[in-house]
Each structure stands twice: as C-alpha cells, then as structure tokens.
C-alpha cells in the first residue's frame, strides 16, 4: 500500500483584495453543485427518468474567526464589516492552500453573514457567510 499523500490544512489563508484576513480558525470551502431538469417522456428508453444538465452554484463559502474589532482586516472602516456595509462592489476572494503548489481556489464573493459572538467564558469570534458568484476559479 502507498503511503498517504494527504496535506496538512494547517496553514490555509483566505484573502480579500489580496489582503490576507488575520485569525482565521476553520474554512469550508465552496460546494459545488449544479441544477438538473427532468426530461422524462412516455418514450423513455426502459422507462428510466432522464435529465439535462442545468445551472451550476458554488454555494457559499463559511469561516470563523478569531474577531479583533479594531483589526484592518475586521473592522467597520477597511475590513469584514465594511464589506457588509458597501452595497455595489463585489470582492474577490482567494483561498491559499498549504500544498506543494500552493493552489488558490478564488472567486467573486459578498459577504452575507457576520455573527460575532461574545461568551463569558472565551475570546471574541465571528462566523462569517460568503456567496459566492459566478465562476470560482481553481488554479
């Protein structure tokens, strides 16, 4: 049996405009999925169900954070927040993976979500929602 080749995801990084967000502590990346039609007619071969191949989605992207309000990264003036405030350009995001070839996965995105929380008992974060649009780009 070959030895494994899996990497280690220690190490990703998430940019906006090419500026890395600080403390990111968990990434999902996008799920891709794609829509389908059904087709199906009395004349189906063997009576199976067919399909057409329809719109494709990249979802959404979801991450938390470390928050440091006054961070440039985070904060209402140049950060997350500020992304949440602006109501006409859409960001371009990347995610920097820790392999060999540092593989990015970008794509234009709005942030959608940003829930901060505050426990008594822990640090300040913040999970944030990214939709993303259009064509994610994997290279």
């Known amino acids: 049996m070959a030895a494994s080749v899996a990497v280690n995801a220690f190490g990703t990084l998430l940019k906006r405009n090419g500026t890395t967000i600080a403390e990111v502590t968990d990434i999902t990346p996008p799920e891709l999925s794609r829509d389908t039609a059904e087709v199906t007619h009395h004349q189906s071969p063997g009576m199976w169900r067919e399909f057409l191949k329809i719109l494709k989605d990249a979802g959404e992207v979801s991450l938390s ?53 505050a426990p008594i008992d822990d640090r300040l974060t913040a999970d944030i929602t990214l939709k993303v649009n259009g064509v994610p780009t994997l290279a």
């Open 65 to 117: 954070i470390n928050y440091i309000p006054s961070n440039t990264t985070h904060n209402a003036a140049t950060g997350l927040l500020a992304d949440l405030a602006n109501d006409t350009t859409i960001d371009t995001w990347t995610l920097v993976f820790p392999d060999a070839g540092a593989t990015t996965w970008s794509f234009a995105g709005i942030l959608t979500k940003f829930s901060a929380k």
